[in-house]
């Protein structure tokens, strides 16, 4: 019975070594672009998503809900976070902005990209 519970404690420190050296973020990730918009003043410019999701892995704090937030090029704030462009309009803003709603769904012009593939919406 001791040597079933020292192997599975050596398993579990193994697989615990292995997690935490590689990082959960698909390496695909490196050539994808995504929005971070400001909230303080407003910028808004593409990131690429492997650099975002690693900001996020290296300043998550379990104490706090959400994802942190990132500095501003702009103006040096952290207050910037994910944001997404609507494809009709053109507008960017956050992600997830509007609760309720589809993650994408535009608070300027009501199109959401995800409720037409999911057939909740007709297309424009």
């Avoid at 404690?9 to 615990?16: D, K, M, P, S, Y």
């Avoid at 994808?32 to 996020?56: E, M, N, P, T």
């Avoid at 500095?71 to 040096?76: I, S, Y």
Wanted: charged residues 25%; contains cysteine; hydrophobic residues 35%.
């Amino acid at each position: 019975m001791l040597g079933v519970i020292i192997v599975c404690l050596i398993v579990a420190a193994g697989v615990t070594l292995i997690t935490r050296r590689r990082s959960g973020i698909p390496k695909h990730f490196a050539g994808l672009q995504i929005w971070v918009k400001c909230r303080d003043c407003g910028a808004a410019w593409q990131i690429s998503k492997k650099h975002y999701f690693q900001y996020q892995e290296k300043h998550d704090d379990p104490q706090k809900a959400g994802a942190p937030a990132m500095p501003c090029k702009e103006c040096g704030h952290k207050s910037a976070y994910r944001a997404v462009k609507c494809e009709k309009c053109g507008e960017v803003f956050e992600y997830g902005s509007r609760p309720g709603k589809f993650f994408d769904e535009c608070p300027k012009c009501g199109y959401s990209k995800m409720a037409v593939e999911r057939g909740a919406e007709p297309a424009p």
